[in-house]
């Protein structure tokens, strides 16, 4: 399989030829991907993979030893998590960071003013009451943020990062802790956002029925490198793949 960038559109987030090492450990090794306007991309592979790394870099939250973050014109590359969430990049967290002595609404209006003042023609026509709804929210918008159950704070956790009117959205193991009926309502959510607004979307997590039904594309890491990138169906019955991570998942 080809191991590359997206075809068939301009990216609106490229990742060129990224190296990171932490003292003698090599995390990231030569990595590239790319995410167009209104791709998912899924990001997998098995722990220490690197894909934290990965993700930690393209928000600013770390700088690469090597190589490029671009958003569309942007360069990202070292300039720090508030350059790029200035620029369109928004992200959840595995470890949620929610403001958790405050309600759900003002979690999100928090969010929403930022973008107001940073970003405001991006998010123009947002507001609180309908980025709630989206994610099933709206019952809950005077609930303090941590009385919330999991997977509400996880949705709690994507309407905020939208409510900054971003390029590409990086979810980071958004349906951890979800049954299956969560994951696959988590998966129409993400689907409609996809649908309703041109930004690249960026999914990273374990449950790999979630990501070979939601995602377009995956690309797949192991110790540090890129090991494959292609659909859903290519990944499937890529035999470094499934030697690596995949297993027997039907």
Same mark, same amino acid.
């Given at each position: 399989?080809?191991?590359?960038?997206?075809?068939?559109?301009?990216?609106?987030?490229?990742?060129?030829?990224?190296?990171?090492?932490?003292?003698?450990?090599?995390?990231?090794?030569?990595?590239?991907?790319?995410?167009?306007?209104?791709?998912?991309?899924?990001?997998?592979?098995?722990?220490?993979?690197?894909?934290?790394?990965?993700?930690?870099? /393209?928000?600013?939250?770390?700088?690469?030893?090597?190589?490029?973050?671009?958003?569309?014109?942007?360069?990202?590359?070292?300039?720090?998590?508030?350059?790029?969430?200035?620029?369109?990049?928004?992200?959840?967290?595995?470890?949620?960071?929610?403001?958790?002595?405050?309600?759900?609404?003002?979690?999100?209006?928090?969010?929403?003013?930022?973008?107001?003042?940073?970003?405001?023609?991006?998010?123009?026509?947002?507001?609180?009451?309908?980025?709630?709804?989206?994610?099933?929210?709206?019952?809950?918008?005077?609930?303090?943020?941590?009385?919330?159950?999991?997977?509400?704070?996880?949705?709690?956790? /994507?309407?905020?990062?939208?409510?900054?009117?971003?390029?590409?959205?990086?979810?980071?193991?958004?349906?951890?802790?979800?049954?299956?009926?969560?994951?696959?309502?988590?998966?129409?959510? /993400?689907?409609? /956002?996809?649908?309703?607004?041109?930004?690249?979307?960026?999914?990273?997590?374990?449950?790999?029925?979630?990501?070979?039904?939601?995602?377009?594309?995956?690309?797949?890491?192991?110790?540090?490198?890129?090991?494959?990138?292609?659909?859903?169906?290519?990944?499937?019955?890529?035999?470094?793949?499934?030697?690596?991570?995949?297993?027997?998942?039907?």
């Amino acid at each position: 399989m080809t191991v590359g960038h997206a075809r068939g559109g301009r990216a609106v987030l490229s990742v060129e030829a990224v190296s990171k090492s932490f003292g003698g450990v090599q995390a990231l090794q030569n990595v590239s991907l790319a995410c167009r306007p209104g791709e998912i991309l899924g990001l997998i592979g098995p722990n220490g993979a690197g894909k934290s790394s990965l993700v930690n870099v /393209i928000s600013g939250l770390i700088a690469p030893d090597t190589g490029h973050v671009r958003l569309a014109d942007a360069d990202l590359t070292g300039r720090g998590p508030e350059f790029a969430a200035r620029s369109g990049v928004a992200r959840t967290f595995q470890n949620l960071r929610l403001f958790r002595q405050l309600t759900v609404r003002q979690n999100v209006e928090v969010a929403l003013t930022s973008g107001e003042k940073h970003r405001p023609a991006k998010v123009a026509g947002l507001t609180v009451e309908g980025l709630l709804a989206q994610q099933h929210l709206a019952g809950l918008a005077e609930s303090p943020a941590g009385a919330l159950s999991y997977g509400h704070q996880r949705r709690l956790e /994507i309407a905020r990062a939208l409510a900054l009117g971003p390029e590409v959205l990086l979810l980071d193991e958004p349906a951890a802790g979800m049954n299956d009926q969560e994951t696959e309502a988590l998966a129409e959510t /993400i689907r409609e /956002i996809r649908a309703t607004r041109p930004l690249g979307i960026v999914v990273i997590d374990h449950d790999l029925r979630f990501i070979l039904g939601l995602c377009d594309r995956i690309t797949v890491m192991d110790m540090g490198r890129v090991v494959a990138d292609g659909p859903p169906a290519d990944i499937r019955r890529d035999p470094v793949v499934i030697e690596i991570y995949l297993g027997t998942v039907h």
